[in-house]
């Protein structure tokens, strides 16, 4: 093969003629004047459709700014006892102290695309694209099966996409905390209630420590860091008082004059000029009325080819008019700390609990917004200044040395926090921007960027030869089956006729539904409050529910079992149905292929569930058929489950003019 290779290249000749005589990226402006507080962004491309240039879709991206802003919305006494620890009586948010950094406290879950919750596309005054809610997901399941491990390395940071760990995950029990704060013998792990990582399914560490793998049995690597949540956070969090390397620091954690800051390499305010992600804002609380904030500026790159599949079979087209609806993920959490000192002398105050109050989302849709977990280990001695594995959000804790004089009663100091992530430059939450929130120094709108190209008249007139091009693309439909019960049989029929259908893709996720003391629900400890808007757990965004394995499955088409024999086992689905799915060359070639989900991924969080329907004879693919899915949930707790069809559509258009024939 090498011997053919070397002869052809050996017959090469040097320079190809020019298929075009220039390309030039443009960009245009939404039409929401920098207002988003309708959760939505318009675009049209009118301004494209009168430049005589054509104009590639299939390259053109979308520049989304976020705002992130994460505020204590008041300070906190402690509760009743003497001699509380640090010898004072207030704890305030300090995020604008290198001791008491923030930096890492909160990250953007996998990929910037989840922002938006819903896409519609109008084509020349048609609806070609229809509103399906939580596209979101079904584009992470596209992304994670299609990309390879190089296009995290060279498209990443670009894109803010780096999967989640599927093993570091850990579950935290839902309900009411238990009734031995203060008790030195539990060493402020709680036995039933919230922990200082969150409630319910938590995959938020980003400490990088590694497992035990010695006196104990074994438990994956549940509690350290997850990779995926640090590199993303490391994309957007970049402070320009921070310093270069290694320091000389104090004890208290200040670095010395003799340190290397980044303010030695760029002037100030070039990240602002270059609107370049960082964190414009640290804010440190010193009163009651003057809370601590910290904010971040994040500049996304969203392609439109990763929105929808029909971005990416569009032709080169002249003269067309687009409008694109897109419903964004604003979102708001409320959540709290709690830090505990048990009755005696010399113990001192640490995290105990990390409590999900609300979550406000209009749209129902996902939370894109992580609080990285305090990542607190008790030592054996409570009196300790050490933490065993100190994870970014230890700074929302309040923590300190011991009083030597005995405490007369348990100490508990609750902080209470707001976080909100908005598209533009504001912060849309009116309770943060109370509080002194300030605007976003990068882009105040969303830009549409798209190459527009000048054909050699040569090529122009062979691209022309044939003017009407058919576009075949697909559409998805949604459907949810909810609370199929741990060991439950399930039986639903999810449409009753979709043409052309191409597979069947099912999410599960552990129920929604239910009380806050039900520990056969979530565990989030908020009735109603689905996982995928868990600030603890990365749930709809690449990631399911962990272990929610599905046996005795199947999906009819039409009444037809699609999968010969009932999927039994695990390796079943992995092997005979997901794997190669979107990968080059289907997965069929060693040594070039793609697709970040292995074995090991699906058993532990990536449980999807993913069946190919389209083979059928031509004939069949305009007739409208029923799907049903089959099953029995072999997760002891309860799920949900998200079910993707996605069938086939098409059009055709003329290339000049971009009208639809």
């Known amino acids: 093969m090498c011997d053919k290779l070397v002869y052809d290249l050996a ?33 049209d491309t009118s301004q494209l459709s009168n430049s005589n240039k054509y104009m590639s879709y299939r390259e053109a991206y979308l520049l989304v700014p976020f705002t992130i802003s994460l505020a204590s919305t008041a300070s906190s006494v402690y509760s009743a006892g003497t001699n509380p620890p640090n010898g004072g009586t207030t704890a305030y948010f300090s995020p604008g102290a290198a001791a008491t950094s923030a930096d890492n406290a909160i990250g953007l879950k996998n990929w910037f695309g989840q922002i938006i919750h819903s896409f519609t596309l109008d084509y020349n005054g048609t609806t070609i694209i229809q509103q399906t809610p939580l ?58 209630g919230p922990s200082a990582a969150g409630t319910g399914t938590c995959n938020n560490t980003n400490f990088m420590s590694s497992p035990t793998v010695y006196g104990e049995f074994s438990g994956l ?30 004890a208290a954690g200040v670095a010395s004059s003799s340190t290397a800051y980044f303010g030695n390499l760029m002037f100030a305010g070039a990240s602002t000029a270059l609107w370049k992600s960082y964190i414009f804002k ?51 959490t409320a959540f709290s700390t709690i830090s505990v000192s048990p009755v005696g002398a010399n113990y001192q105050i640490k995290p105990r609990s990390l409590v999900l109050t609300s979550v406000s989302n209009p749209l129902g849709g996902v939370n894109p917004l992580m609080i990285a ?78 190459p527009a190209y000048s054909f050699n008249p040569v090529f122009e007139q062979a691209y022309l030869s044939s003017p009407v091009k058919e576009i075949k693309y697909s559409d998805i439909y949604q459907y949810q089956v909810i609370n199929v019960g741990g060991g439950q049989t399930f039986n639903n029929l999810v449409t009753n006729g979709i043409a052309n259908i191409k597979s069947v893709l099912i999410l599960p996720f552990h129920t929604s539904t239910g009380s806050s003391t039900d520990v056969s629900q979530s565990g989030l400890g908020v009735p109603g409050t689905p996982v995928w808007q868990s ?20 999906v009819q088409i039409s009444g037809q079992n699609a999968i010969y024999n009932m999927e039994k086992y695990s390796f079943e689905q992995f092997n005979n149905q997901l794997y190669g799915y979107n990968a080059v060359n289907g997965g069929l070639t060693d040594g070039l292929t793609s697709g970040l989900v292995s ?5 532990n969080c990536y449980c999807y569930y993913y069946v190919d329907v389209s083979r059928m004879l031509p004939v069949e ?29 098409s059009i055709s258009v003329d290339l000049l003019t971009g009208a639809r024939v």
């Open 11 to 43: 017959q090469e000749v040097e320079g190809s003629p020019s298929v075009f005589v220039r390309k030039d990226w443009v960009n245009i402006l939404d039409n929401q004047n920098q207002n988003y507080g309708n959760n939505q962004s318009v675009l």
């Open 282 to 332: 640290k804010l440190t609380g010193t009163s009651t009325t003057s809370p601590g904030i910290i904010q971040i500026a994040v500049s996304a790159t969203v392609y439109l080819k990763h929105i929808h599949s029909f971005f990416n079979m569009v032709p080169l087209l002249k003269g067309v008019f687009m409008k694109m609806t897109m419903n964004l993920n604003n979102t708001t």
């Open 135 to 192: 596209v979101n997901m079904w584009n992470s399941f596209k992304l994670m099966t299609s990309l390879s491990y190089q296009d995290l390395l060279t498209q990443g940071a670009t894109i803010g996409f780096w999967p989640d760990s599927s093993d570091t995950f850990q579950f935290v029990q839902g309900g009411a905390v238990d009734g031995v704060i203060g008790d030195s013998s539990a060493g402020f792990i709680p036995t039933f």
């Open 221 to 250: 690597r549940t509690g350290t860091g997850n990779e995926g949540f640090s590199v993303r956070q490391r994309w957007i969090n970049f402070n320009p008082d921070g310093y270069i390397g290694s320091t000389t620091a104090t």
């Open 373 to 450: 977990s305090a990542g607190f280990v008790p030592s054996t001695s409570l009196t300790a200044t050490t933490y065993t594995t100190p994870d970014g959000g230890l700074s929302l804790f309040q923590t300190g040395n011991a009083s030597a004089t005995a405490q007369s009663a348990a100490i508990t100091c609750t902080i209470t926090y707001r976080m909100n992530i908005s598209v533009g430059s504001l912060c849309l939450d009116s309770t943060i921007a109370g509080l002194g929130a300030a605007s976003s120094p990068l882009a105040k709108s969303v830009y549409l960027y798209i």
């Open 599 to 603: 074995r090991y991924d699906f058993d």
């Open 621 to 649: 693919m305009t007739v409208p058929k029923s799907v049903q899915i089959i099953g029995q949930n072999m997760s002891s707790r309860s799920v949900d489950l998200i079910v993707f069809v996605e069938y086939g559509v």
């Open 535 to 554: 600030p603890f757990d990365p749930a709809g965004t690449g990631p399911t529910s962990p272990m929610c394995a599905i046996t005795n499955f199947n």
